[in-house]
Nanobody, 124 residues
């Protein structure tokens, strides 16, 4: 089970930290990721981090502004977002995949479990 939290309403330029708490399974066995879905748009990849936390990957739209980290001891995933803009407005979902390889991290269909989503709204 994945529980996402930390969303909210912020102004452009602000920062926000999303968290995803995992339970029920061995967290360190999973590649973890964030996706988002903006109003009227398809779900899109945001960032992913591999099992040990040593390698993380970002969508071009968030590279340099978002930082993904995981704490395997606490079964938590964090997405630190800074310099937010209206284009970041979306529902953010955390996801876990057991058989993700590098070439498939961008595809939501490859992930096994999803959190309920947390709304991020950035006003201009």
């Amino acid at each position: 089970q994945l529980q996402a939290s930390g969303g909210g309403l912020v102004q452009a330029g602000d920062s926000l930290r999303l968290s995803c708490a995992a339970s029920g399974r061995t967290f360190s066995n999973y590649v973890m990721a964030w996706f988002r879905r903006a109003p009227g748009k398809e779900r899109e990849f945001v960032a992913a981090i591999f099992r040990s936390g040593g390698n993380s990957y970002y969508a071009d739209a968030v590279k340099g502004r978002f930082t993904l980290s995981r704490d395997n001891a606490k079964n938590t995933l964090h997405l630190q977002m800074k310099s937010l803009g209206p284009e970041d407005t979306a529902v953010y979902y955390c996801a876990a995949g057991a058989r993700i390889i590098l070439s498939s991290i961008y595809s939501g269909d490859r992930y096994d479990y999803w959190g309920q989503g947390t709304q991020v709204t950035v006003s201009s």
